[in-house]
């Protein structure tokens, strides 16, 4: 079992910069991790994912040279630059049991723990 915590979303200005963190707690051992979003109206969205190791990621072709995904212990990172009013929405931090560290799915449906999730609004 692990527990997930989002800390970090806002309110802030179109062009501005975010970090996102989301905390991990209970047994994190061959965890993979991910960050998915959802707009109002929209299906959820794929936005990043980590292997267990930190040396494999994988971030959503639209979001590539702004968002970047990162981990130290315990806690997984979401770095957002140049923030587009079309960047807002809800973002939650998922995480699964992985068996290899290249695991890096963007697949929603296999992260089994999720966190509350974190509102990040950007005005134009």
């Known amino acids: 079992q692990v527990q997930l915590v989002e800390s970090g979303g806002g309110l802030v200005q179109a062009g501005e910069s975010l970090r996102l963190s989301c905390a991990a707690s209970?047994?994190?051992?061959?965890?993979?991790m991910g960050w998915f979003r959802q707009a109002p109206g929209k299906e959820r969205e794929f936005v990043a994912s980590i292997s267990m190791s930190g040396l494999n990621t994988n971030i959503a072709d639209s979001l590539k040279g702004r968002f970047t995904i990162s981990k130290a212990k315990n806690t997984l990172y979401l770095q957002m630059n140049s923030l587009k009013p079309e960047d807002t929405g809800i973002y939650h931090c998922a995480a699964r049991q992985a068996m290899f560290d290249s695991s890096v799915s963007t697949d929603s449906g296999v992260y089994r723990h999720w966190g509350q999730g974190t509102q990040v609004t950007v005005a134009s």
């Open positions: 209970g047994r994190t051992t061959s965890y993979a």
